[in-house]
């Protein structure tokens, strides 16, 4: 599905296209990390010991990063729902500057993204930027596929309703035209 078979037309928010890439990396921790929970049947030797030196370690290194990604797309997301440095500084306990300096190569970064998913962007792009640059394009398959990894996880009894996800996208207002008054 693409965002033309919705019959919508307007574009999604900066916002919105952050949200979305924040919901992603917030999915990928969450699977990392999950991943760790289990105790395979022949992880551990009869000592105690570990059969596989540095895999859980080169684990959790994973989870790192990928919480670290968060972290950064958490912080980009703010800042295109309009937050200053000044809030994430406040936020994370940390000078406004400190906060800028942390944090504005990610939104560097995913400014990059939005035009490269426009085809403006530059030509050369790693794996990971086109498919960030993918789901920033294509932000309705994107939402609809992480409602369904919601829905498949959904703990508890909190009633989220079929999307998720999809639900919360917000489109830019089309313009509006002047009211004819006569």
Known sequence: MSE?????????????????L????????????????????HELNTDGTTRSPGIVLADAA?????????????????????ADWQLIGDTLGVSPQAARARFAMAETG???????????GPAEAGET???RAYMAREPLETAL??????LRHQDGDDD???????????????????ENRS
């Not at 033309?4 to 979305?20: M, N, S, V």
């Not at 924040?22 to 999915?27: I, L, W």
């Not at 989870?63 to 980009?76: G, K």
């Open 4 to 20: 033309g078979d919705t019959g919508a037309t307007e574009p999604y928010t900066d916002a919105t296209r952050a949200r979305l």
């Open 22 to 41: 924040m919901a992603y990396d917030a999915c990928a921790l969450a699977d990392l990390a999950r991943a760790a929970v289990p105790i395979g049947a």
């Open 62 to 82: 994973r989870v790192l990063a990928a919480a670290r990604r968060f972290f950064e797309t958490a912080a980009v997301f703010e800042r295109m729902g309009g």
């Open 110 to 120: 995913f400014r990059e993204e939005l035009l490269l998913s426009e085809g403006t």
């Open 129 to 131: 930027n086109c498919l």
């Open 145 to 150: 596929d992480l409602d369904d990894w919601v």
């Open 160 to 178: 989220l309703g079929p999307a998720p996800v999809s639900g919360g996208l917000t489109r830019i207002d089309p313009p509006r035209h002047a």
